[in-house]
């Protein structure tokens, strides 16, 4: 990750991708997985992910869309590396979703991914049905809105990781 680099830190890149089904996945910290979700666990620097879950998702709303769910948890393993300092859970994931923009903007530039035409709006109703339904943005989970899901998304993307 060159970008990675750019902001100063030695990237140790992820250990394992585990995929799981329903609730058979990897413990993190003591932490049994749940359904339907995708975490980064920094206790064995890994990235677990529901694969059917994933999968009804790239149905339902298109490849892109998974293109947001794994860089997002791609952003939290680079922030346990560098920053652990966020007075709220919604600076940390608003900040995620930003890495995630700026990851891949920066696959698409290196050729590792290609974008197709629809994949900008299928991103975007990811970010749509994953915000938050209320603007609680002092809440434990809070993850933000979807509008500030997006603009944090777009951030990364069109400015680089160095943005977020
Ligand atoms: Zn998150």
């Known amino acids: 990750m060159r970008q990675f680099q750019a902001i100063g830190g030695t990237y140790e890149p992820i250990r394992d991708f585990v995929p799981y089904s329903g609730s058979d996945g990897p413990t993190c910290g003591g932490q049994p997985s749940v359904a339907n979700n995708a975490f980064y666990c920094s206790d064995g620097h890994f990235i677990a992910f529901d694969a059917g879950w994933l999968q009804g998702m790239y149905q339902q709303l298109g490849d892109a869309a998974v293109y947001v769910v794994i860089p997002h948890e791609f952003g939290h393993a680079v922030q346990a590396q560098l920053t652990q300092n966020f007075n709220f859970s919604v600076e940390?994931?608003?900040?995620?979703?930003?890495?995630?923009?700026?990851?891949?903007?920066?696959?698409?530039?290196?050729?590792?991914?290609?974008?197709?035409?629809?994949?900008?709006?299928?991103?975007?109703?990811?970010?749509?049905?994953?915000?938050?339904?209320t603007d609680a943005w002092w809440e434990p989970g809070a993850h933000g809105t979807p509008e500030r899901r997006q603009s944090a998304f777009a951030t990364g993307y069109q400015q680089g990781v160095t943005a977020c």
């Open 92 to 133: 940390r994931e608003l900040q995620a979703d930003c890495y995630a923009g700026g990851t891949l903007n920066a696959l698409i530039q290196a050729q590792q991914l290609r974008a197709d035409p629809g994949d900008d709006s299928e991103i975007i109703n990811n970010l749509q049905a994953a915000g938050d339904p």
